[in-house]
């Protein structure tokens, strides 16, 4: 089974500055998703970053990107010129391709979650 | 496009009492999930299905059951409610034929058993 681990409970960091989330997680898998969900007080899940494990690119969008070491199984999340709107819980997730036969070959891909850094943004 | 709609938002149930959580997505999704969120815990899954007819069991399927009979509907269902299920619930969706958009998600419904 995958796991997914991030360490930081809780962190904290000045508004305009840049902060980094670690995400590692364990799998024997060769093809797969990571992705990095933000949960603000409004308790939506929103999809902030993805990454394709067979791409060495580091995945950007805008002030967030990812640092993606594939042999170290490691996936961090940087956020740069940090926002208030930036605080909420973030979730590291993981996403393989599972195969049943009897679907037909339709795989499943079903999401592993990491239990969550809760991201403060300080005025 | 509403995306993926859970109803109700709120739920306040007695031990021992039964119900449904809705959820419907309107992206024509073939997959759908299940996950609860616990403090501390992140998201787990509870059950998911590949398709109409098609349903599985996550990492935590005990006092739970689905059915999928159409591709828009996927609801989760509680026969005799525990305080252990006292939770917030996210219903999710996506299409098949590429990861890498990641799931969509509902609001959630936070559900407290008594």
């Known amino acids: 089974a995958q796991t997914v681990t991030q360490s930081q409970p809780e962190m904290s960091v000045q508004e305009a500055e840049t902060v980094t989330l670690s995400c590692t997680y364990d799998t024997s898998e060769s093809n797969y998703y990571l992705f990095w969900y933000k949960q603000p007080p409004s308790r939506q899940m929103i999809l902030v970053i993805r990454?394709?494990?067979?791409?060495?690119q580091n995945a950007t969008e805008n002030r967030f990107s990812v640092n993606f070491q594939k042999a170290a199984k490691s996936f961090s999340l940087k956020i740069s010129d940090s926002q208030l709107g930036d605080t909420a819980m973030y979730f590291c997730?993981?996403?393989?391709?599972?195969?049943?036969?009897?679907?037909?070959?339709?795989?499943?891909?079903?999401?592993?979650f990491g239990k969550g850094t809760k991201l403060s943004v300080i005025p | 496009n509403a995306g993926v709609t859970q109803t109700p938002k709120f739920q306040v149930l007695k031990t021992g009492q039964s119900m449904t959580l809705q959820c419907a997505q309107d992206?024509?999704?073939?997959?759908m999930s299940w996950y609860r969120q616990d403090p501390g815990m992140g998201l787990r899954l509870i059950h998911y299905s590949v398709g109409a007819g098609i349903t599985d069991q996550g990492e935590v399927p005990n006092g739970y059951n689905v059915s999928r009979s159409t591709t828009e509907d996927f609801p989760l269902r509680l026969l005799s409610a525990a305080p252990s299920q006292t939770s917030v619930y996210f219903c999710?969706?996506?299409?098949?034929?590429?990861?890498?958009?990641?799931?969509?998600f509902g609001s959630g419904t936070r559900l407290t058993v008594v």
């Open positions: 992206m024509n999704h073939e997959y």
């Open positions: 990454q394709e494990a067979y791409k060495q």
């Open positions: 997730a993981f996403m393989k391709r599972r195969f049943r036969p009897a679907y037909s070959g339709a795989g499943s891909y079903q999401l592993t």
């Open positions: 999710a969706s996506r299409a098949p034929v590429t990861g890498r958009d990641g799931y969509t």
